[in-house]
Structure formats: structure tokens, C-alpha cells
């Protein structure tokens, strides 16, 4: 995954589709959010734009949660997000993630998936 990774990333991040924040703690990384404006059709809840924010991924240490880390980097999504101008934004979370979002104002919505062979 690591290659195809970079190889997917590289031009994201030289067009701006797909930013982010890193968490720093003594000059150590401990936590970070990434994040991407997504081409989407306008939708009831998005009607004059034609894009969605995503959280892609977030992470905090094990060693470092518990701690409000989580709460600050969605508050950074959200005030990025606004920058945009992005009206609203997407997520898909784990179940032991579905908490720490809802605190922050993210509500949950019926969404299904399927591997195409």
C-alpha cells in the first residue's frame, strides 16, 4: 500500500485537493488528520456547490489520547473546511471512532458498500 499510496497522493497534494494537520509533541509526530475536497453533484444538503470535504484518515497515538487532540484537529478540519468554502463534509469511522466525531458535531448517516470483482 505504501507505493500505491504516494503514487495517489503525490498529485493531491500538488493541486491542494488533499491537506492536512500534523500534531506535533517535542518535535515528534503524534497525531494528524488528512483531508480532501472531493468533486461531488450539488445534494439538498450542498445545493450551489459542487464539492464535499472528507476526512480521509486521523490518527493520535495511543499514548497521547484522552487528551483533546482528536477534538482540536476536527476543529482544525472545520475551520479549514470553512476557508474553502466547503459546505459540507463527509467521514466513514470505526466504531470506536464514532464517539470522539459525534462529540464534535458529525452525525451519522446510512451508507453501504460493496468490493466489485
Known sequence: MDRS?????????VDGTYFGFIVEDDGKPIAGIGLMELSWPPH???QDDGRRGYVLNMFVE????????????????DQE??????????LHST?????VYE????????EMAKVIE
Open 81 to 90: 473546511f470553512s476557508q474553502r468554502k466547503l459546505q459540507y463534509a463527509i
Open 5 to 13: 499510496f504516494r503514487a495517489w497522493l503525490k498529485p493531491r497534494l
Open 62 to 77: 495511543r499514548s497521547h489520547r484522552k487528551r483533546g487532540i482528536a477534538k482540536l484537529l476536527l476543529d482544525l478540519a
Open 103 to 110: 462529540t464534535a458535531g458529525w452525525q451519522p448517516t446510512s
Open 44 to 46: 439538498p444538503l450542498h
Open 95 to 99: 466504531s470506536a471512532g464514532r464517539p
